[in-house]
């Protein structure tokens, strides 16, 4: 397992950053961009019920004028799984201080289904994350993966793509080849309850 950190210009220096991207709508998912480069570091321990987050790509555009970056689509591509680590603090150049999640990349996010237009209506590939024992999953779940040739997982999430083309069944994503600086990110996360907080 390895968690990932984005690292600056300075190669002894590692942080996981974003940026807040203004134009994003408030919803359950947050739309990001990828300030810097990233760097996939060893990850000493973990805690079993740590949240789970996913990240999209979205497609971007360069507006020839003024060269400025401006997203002009709303396609999400295809995404990936990770788990909080913890938090840490990152300063900036000027000296803000901005608080930042720790997120790492358990066994998973294999290709376990490709759809298309021709076979299920619709083009999607699903996605598998965290690896478990075989008695934790149904017999139909079993199924469902070894028919994929993967390895069993507890998540399977599925992405509506455009296109289908170069993904496969059994298929690891590399969290490197996909995502790169600069990206509009959509991130999305599940919380654990905190029962009745009052009024």
Request: one cysteine or more; glycine letters at 8%.
């Amino acid at each position: 397992m390895s968690i990932i950190s984005f690292s600056s210009a300075s190669a002894s220096t590692k942080h996981p950053i974003f940026t807040n991207n203004p134009s994003s709508s408030s919803s359950s998912s947050s739309s990001l961009t990828l300030r810097t480069s990233f760097l996939a570091l060893p990850l000493k321990s973990h805690h079993k019920n740590n949240l789970r987050f996913h990240f999209a790509t979205r497609r971007t555009t360069r507006r020839p004028s003024d060269g400025l970056s401006v997203c002009m689509s709303m396609e999400a591509g295809i995404g990936v799984m990770a788990t909080k680590l913890g938090m840490m603090s990152f300063f900036e150049p000027d000296g803000k201080v901005v608080p930042v999640t720790v997120v790492g990349f358990k066994e998973g996010n294999i290709v376990t289904q490709v759809k298309t237009e021709a076979t299920d209506g619709y083009s999607a590939v699903q996605v598998g994350y965290r690896r478990v024992r075989d008695r934790k999953l149904t017999k139909p779940e079993l199924g469902h993966l070894e028919k994929a040739g993967a390895i069993p997982m507890r998540h399977l999430q599925e992405f509506r793509l455009e296109s289908v083309d170069g993904f496969e069944p059994n298929q690891r994503l590399v969290f490197n080849e996909l995502f790169k600086e600069g990206d509009l990110v959509d991130v999305s996360g599940t919380t654990i309850g905190k029962g009745f907080q009052g009024f």
